[in-house]
Structures are given as structure tokens and as C-alpha cells.
């Protein structure tokens, strides 16, 4: 018995498990507030007030900093007070597996990557490109068929580390604080950890705390890719493993396995995926 009242471990896979029957209980959050729509519009709020053009680029950056520490510590400290208030209530283990199915993403991820696959079956190249919209920053309309497919695949690959491995990996070290505190360092970083002019420095902290936090699960993320080569009918988890060590250090991210990741997932399929590949920084 531990933090709520039930092992860390067993809770994590009931969270597991009511967000793969749910997903994302889009019943409930009709009506309420999703908690990463709540770190959005906080970030926002942060964003109009300290991240003004007429200020100058060591100020927005020394802001932007600020904005980090604040909203990581906030998430932290609510983290660690639903926790505390969790602990040794009957109905605490349920509330704290109902916030992990709220905050790890696997069954949404699949959902929208296979709606990407059947739109490209059935609607052809305008549907293809409608849903790849939903999950890429990138125009769809510069792509054709197999950039839709490649794109889909790299939004996998990379949101398997961010929004299923890696909330998983800060949960079972810290906890609901290690849980809440990533959910808003990556939203942090997905909203403004940018190279664009206005969050190159206001963003800087975001994209640098970011990286850190995916340091230990992007490997992970890759690690799996390679395992479930095994079990593909066509996978290739030996070449998978070697192109993760040869070319995951040549992104520019820190936590740099996303571009490895998409090569796996390539060789995961038994397929590659010709053409140019451009990844968001």
C-alpha cells in the first residue's frame, strides 16, 4: 500500500485500462474543462501578459523562464495536494486512476492515427489530408499520399514518447506531482517552445525543460519500438535498434530519438517511407 492506498503500478494499469474502454470521455468533457485545456488557457493568460514585442529579447526570455517555473511548480504542487488528500480515502485509488486515463493518451493517439489510415482508404487524398490536419503542424496540402502516410506515422512516433511513455515513466517515478508537472511542461512546450520570433526566447525554457523531462523516455519510447518489431510480421527489430543508436543523436532536440523512433516505426511496418522528411522543432 502506498501513496493512495494501492500500489502505483496497479493503479497505473486501471488508468490504462479505463482510457483504452473510454478514451477520452468526450460525455464529461462537454461540459467541464479538460485539465490540459485548463494548462492551455494558463499558458495563454501567461503568454498575452509577459510576452510583449516591445520588450526586449533577454527580458521575454528572463519572463518566459518565470512562466516555467510558476506553472510547473503550480502543476507539481496541485499534484501533490490530490495525492495527499487521495491517501487513505476509500474512493482515492479510483480518483487517482481516473486522472491517469484523463492524462495519458494511448487510446486517442491510436484513434487518430487510424482515422488518418481509413480516410486515406475510403475519402481518398482530400480526406487523407483533412485528418492528418487534425494531428500535424505542417500544410497537408503540400503532401500526397505517401507524405500523409509518412506524416501519420511520425506524429506516432513522436506522441507515443510524449503523450503515453512519458507520462507513464513521470507517474511511476513522482507520482501524481511527477504526472502533473510533464502534462504541463509539454503543453508548455507544444504551445510556445517554438523557433518562431516571438517565442525563440519567451519559449526557450519550455523547449529546454521539455527536453530534459523526454531525456530518459525518449529512449525508452525507441526501446519499445524495437521490442514490438518482434511480434510484426514483417518487422526488423536488429536494423530498428541500429538506426536508433546511429541516428538518434542527430536531431537538434535534446531528447533527440524522435527521428530514430520514425525509422523504426518504418521498419516496425517492414516498409520505408521514401521522400523528404521534415520534422517541428
Not at 489510415?117 to 500535424?136: K, S, W
Not at 538518434?248 to 521522400?275: N, S, T
Amino acid at each position: 500500500m502506498t501513496r493512495a492506498g494501492a500500489d502505483p503500478l496497479l493503479l497505473l494499469v486501471a488508468g490504462l485500462a479505463i482510457d483504452t474502454v473510454f478514451g477520452d470521455m468526450p460525455a464529461i468533457f462537454r461540459y467541464v474543462d479538460h485539465p490540459v485545456a485548463l494548462a492551455g488557457r494558463a499558458i495563454a493568460f501567461f503568454d498575452r501578459k509577459l510576452n510583449r514585442e516591445a520588450r526586449s529579447e533577454a527580458s521575454r526570455r528572463d519572463r518566459g523562464i518565470i512562466t516555467v517555473i510558476l506553472l510547473v511548480g503550480a502543476a507539481a504542487a496541485l499534484g501533490f495536494t490530490v495525492e495527499r488528500l487521495c491517501r487513505g480515502h476509500p474512493l482515492g485509488a479510483i480518483v487517482e486512476a481516473l486522472l491517469i486515463a484523463v492524462l495519458v493518451a494511448q487510446r486517442s493517439l491510436y484513434q487518430h492515427v487510424a482515422a488518418v489510415a481509413q480516410a486515406l482508404d475510403t475519402g481518398g487524398l482530400a480526406a487523407g489530408r483533412a485528418a492528418v490536419r487534425r494531428i500535424v503542424g505542417r500544410d497537408p496540402l503540400s503532401l500526397d499520399a505517401h507524405g500523409i502516410a509518412r506524416a501519420a506515422i511520425e506524429s506516432l512516433a513522436e506522441n507515443f514518447s510524449d503523450g503515453v511513455v512519458a507520462p507513464v515513466f513521470w507517474y511511476l517515478l513522482l507520482g501524481l506531482p511527477g504526472l502533473f508537472a510533464y502534462k504541463m511542461a509539454n503543453t508548455l512546450d507544444s504551445m510556445i517552445g517554438h523557433r518562431s520570433p516571438r517565442y525563440r526566447s519567451f519559449g526557450w525554457a519550455a523547449a529546454r525543460l521539455d527536453d530534459v523531462l523526454n531525456l530518459a523516455p525518449a529512449r525508452i519510447s525507441g526501446l519499445l519500438l524495437v521490442a514490438a518489431a518482434v511480434f510484426a510480421k514483417y518487422g526488423r527489430p536488429n536494423r530498428a535498434l541500429a538506426i536508433m543508436l546511429r541516428d538518434g543523436r542527430k536531431h537538434r532536440a535534446l531528447h533527440l530519438y524522435r527521428l530514430a523512433c520514425l525509422i523504426e516505426a518504418g521498419l516496425l511496418l517492414g516498409a520505408w517511407f521514401a521522400g523528404h522528411i521534415t520534422l517541428p522543432i
